[in-house]
């Protein structure tokens, strides 16, 4: 087996900091005629990323390359944790005068971008119809990116609110030659676009469901190892544990996450140019692609339908069924159990995940079959059978790492809001396929009225609702229909960045200066 480099992999990969509950995305662009200072801005920086496992810290400080690896954030004082990762787009490539031949190596959705300009004879962008940015989603309605110059993204962490700022300010003040801070071009024109997230305790989203329950775990990492060992500990078993029930549905071949590295279809993507270059660095090795949407929420349109289809299922309409009728809109309850979970009603047990729905719930009656949890990641039930559909089904997953933006909801008298300010989902989605992972996700089943044989639904918490849209609630003796009146979420903001690996960013800041020494 090739050894993995995570060394030389930024942390987000692995971790979404769960210590680290406060975090800001800083949207920026470079200065113009500044490629020198911004060569020598990134050349620092690249000593400042949080990596996913120790490796050699090249110019650090002792206290601080203590903290940039995921490892060994647990080890330094609270208030000193904090994380760092880089972000950049195409255009952000081009301006640093990456040499043509290296940057047509990218794919080809990340060059073209999220949304690029439609052409004279469309009425709009192909890629902005594929993933349903249209209407008030449209992305010359955006906040940020659409067709605004946007070069890359800071991914700011800290334990604290506090922290997070003398963070923002250090990072910002530290980028303020060679970089400046994309503004606002929407309903806060000027305003400088800086995201700030945060994880709460329960681990909640604003409509109230805990968040990034299912992920996949990425094969030959320290925690897919770590698994393996202590499963060999209890049972006395030294042998791989490919049967194992919840690593068959959940363990994904790390190429499908990290550029390098064998994936599901036992292809690697790498750069043919280092490949034919002896001692070139294969940019694209050990990165990632990362999706950024900015997703506005619409609270008390969601709980307005969710009381809205109680009282059609239930006949009355209170907090108890309300919260029933969301659950199937999601396909959890809002701790987080799967509806066909046997242990949905005890608090105690853990969260479950190991489910397959073909074996359990084929016809959809506790989990619905266009229930947001079925549509994002189907399983066992998109295939000629249900293995050969959850093997297939890994090619197309993704690591969501996003959270909550913009004050919480109101909890007292139920899931009520009072709408003042916006809030949403700053909504982070990793994978080395753009086209093949997330945005098949996003059009073949999330947006896809027919999925799973339904016919005019789309997904019920998606940003895309088509006349005559509805909701399919499988029950006996008939399905009941629920027309859903418009999206509960808005795209603000957007764009397509590559997440490089240690190395490849410091060798991107050096090809710059070669490019232009001023």
């Not at 009941?480 to 960045?497: D, E, I, N, Q």
Request: net charge neutral.
């Amino acid at each position: 087996m090739e050894p993995i480099e995570w060394d030389d992999v930024q942390g987000l990969l692995l971790s979404g900091y769960p210590e680290l509950k406060f975090s800001a995305y800083v949207v920026w662009r470079f200065r113009p005629d500044r490629i020198g200072a911004a060569c020598r801005w990134l050349a620092d920086l690249a000593g400042r990323l949080m990596r996913a496992a120790p490796g050699h810290h090249q110019g650090a400080h002792q206290a601080d390359a203590v903290c940039r690896n995921i490892q060994s954030l647990k080890a330094v004082d609270p208030c000193h944790r904090h994380a760092v990762n880089l972000a950049l787009t195409a255009d952000g490539l081009r301006r640093l005068r990456l040499d043509e031949h290296r940057l047509s190596e990218f794919a080809l959705e990340f060059l073209e971008g999220m949304a690029p300009r439609p052409s004279a004879a469309a009425a709009g962008a192909r890629r902005s119809n594929l993933l349903g940015d249209t209407g008030d989603s449209a992305p010359g309605l955006w906040d940020w990116g659409g067709t605004a110059g946007v070069d890359g993204m800071l991914l700011l962490y800290a334990a604290d609110a506090p922290g997070l700022q003398a963070l923002i300010d250090v990072e910002v003040d530290a980028m303020s030659g060679a970089c400046e801070v994309v503004t606002s071009a929407g309903r806060d024109k000027g305003r400088p676009v800086i995201i700030k997230g945060r994880l709460y305790d329960d681990m909640k989203e604003h409509f109230g469901f805990r968040d990034g329950v299912s992920q996949p775990m990425i094969a030959h990492s320290p925690k897919a190892d770590r698994d393996e060992q202590r499963f060999a500990a209890a049972t006395g078993d030294t042998a791989p544990m490919p049967g194992r029930r919840d690593r068959r549905i959940s363990l994904v071949k790390t190429g499908e996450f990290v550029l390098g590295y064998e994936n599901e279809r036992r292809e690697r993507i790498r750069s043919a140019f280092a490949g034919d270059n002896p001692g070139a660095c294969d940019l694209m090795r050990n990165g990632t692609y990362l999706v950024f949407r900015q997703l506005e929420q619409d609270v008390a349109a969601f709980d307005a339908f969710a009381a809205l289809m109680a009282k059609q299922l239930y006949g009355v309409v209170d907090r108890t069924t309300t919260e029933r009728a969301a659950a199937r809109l999601i396909g959890r309850n809002q701790d987080g159990d799967p509806l066909i979970s046997p242990s949905a009603d005890s608090p105690k047990s853990p969260v479950r995940n190991d489910f397959l729905y073909s074996f359990e719930d084929g016809a959809g009656m506790a989990c619905p079959i266009g229930s947001h949890i079925r549509r994002a990641n189907p399983r066992d039930v998109l295939g000629p059978d249900p293995d050969t559909a959850l093997r297939l089904s890994k090619m197309h997953r993704i690591i969501r790492r996003g959270r909550p933006y913009g004050p919480r909801r109101s909890d007292d008298g139920g899931r009520s809001s009072d709408g003042s300010e916006s809030r949403g989902i700053a909504f982070i989605a990793l994978n080395a396929d753009i086209a093949g992972q997330f945005e098949m996700i996003q059009n073949s089943w999330l947006n896809n009225p027919s999925f799973g044989g339904l016919q005019g639904c789309t997904d019920p918490i998606g940003h895309v609702a088509p006349a005559g849209d509805t909701f399919v609630v499988q029950r006996r003796p008939s399905n009941l229909h629920v027309g859903k009146p418009r999206p509960f979420v808005t795209v603000r903001g957007g764009a397509y960045f590559f997440l490089p690996g240690i190395k490849a960013t410091r060798v991107i800041a050096d090809a710059a200066v070669a490019a232009d020494p001023a």
